[in-house]
């Protein structure tokens, strides 16, 4: 494997800036192959989707590629992907179309462990349809949420199981493909949160057995906005809330409105990217795509490892992403002083590591950090040595005044 981190770095404009991006949970920062596409797209003639003339014909094609680049990221098929404004909008929108299969009695199970994005859609629709919400737990001290956690909520009424694939706050990765099966076992949906995920390690939607699996490109180099995969098969037995004559066809009864054609030709960009990050590799983009995304987390590995170690010889300093099988992200707290007051002083050095809950307010409050969270470390692609030891630099300084 060929991971040369100084040639990916220089493909990063914003980088320029010298700031140590601990921040990719919240977003990462933008290639320059990904902010051309984006501007090419522009540049040239664009139209609504058709054949005719060239705007049309350009529309097309980006819709079509990006839904290729996708379903080869996602390990899914290009006719069951979905686009939209976010992953929570996607999420809001099958939560009400779901919703209209369930009667009285019938059980959601969600997790403390989630983003809330896939936590309040499900319990709101399941409150206007009269179903039950089931609550599954994690453990706090270890991070872990389990099979027997699932196991223990599910039931003959349970009609669907939302699950993170991955924490965005303290970066447990739970069973997923376990988890699936046993809602599948009692005749339920999994919905899975990807977006943290998707970043840090290659989706086989097959392999993990989801339903409905979510992302968002932001996440892992590409623009602002959601995609939805699914089996389009099952998209075909859905019917949402659509205008009379936007057309029924799978996937695009889904898409509310004309799609961000731009922002699709950066999301195609993007996984292009992703697939060159192992310069060695060779085959189609899945095949390089799977060879990137193990050089990747060898990358992460050893930059986690360096941060853990460094974290570690500090005082006071708590640690709370404990799981097994986690990605390369760290939340954290100190006995004697403020996350936001570590942040506000990270900042001014020119080290970005954000502090707060991040939308997980179950999971902050599960840990007994109430409302407020911590201190998320987060990796991205882009981040080298020299930015995890500025980061320690910077806490060891912290701590010591």
Sequence with gaps: MTYDITALRSQFPALSANTAHFDGPGGTQTPQPVIQAIADALAHPLSNRGQGVVGERNAENIVVEARRALADLLGADAAGIVFGRSATQLTYDFSRTLARTWALGDEVVVTRLDHDANIRPWAQAAERAGAVVRWADFDPTTGELTVDDIRAVLSERTRLVAVTAASNLIGTRPAITEISRLAHDVGALSYVDGVHHTAHALVDLERLGADFYVCSPYKFLGPHHGVLAARPELLETLRPDKLLPSTDAVPERFELGTLPYEFLAGTRAAVDFLAGLDTGATGTRRQRLTAAFAALED???????????????????????????????????????????????????????????????????????????????????YNDTGDADRLLAGLTDFLAG
Excluded: C, M, Q, W
């Excluded at 010889?313 to 099988?325: N, Y």
């Excluded at 939340?331 to 996350?339: D, I």
């Excluded at 939308?359 to 991205?380: F, K």
């Design 299 to 381: 990358h992460e590995h050893i930059l986690r490892t360096r941060i853990d170690k460094g974290l570690a010889s500090l005082p006071g300093v708590r640690i709370h992403s404990r799981a097994a099988d986690r990605t390369p992200t760290v939340l954290l707290t100190f006995e004697n002083a403020a996350t936001t007051d570590a942040y506000r002083f990270l900042a001014e050095r020119g080290v970005h590591a954000p502090s707060g809950s991040f939308y997980a307010i179950e999971a902050s409050r599960r840990l007994g950090l109430g409302d407020t969270g911590g201190l998320r470390i987060g990796l991205a692609p």
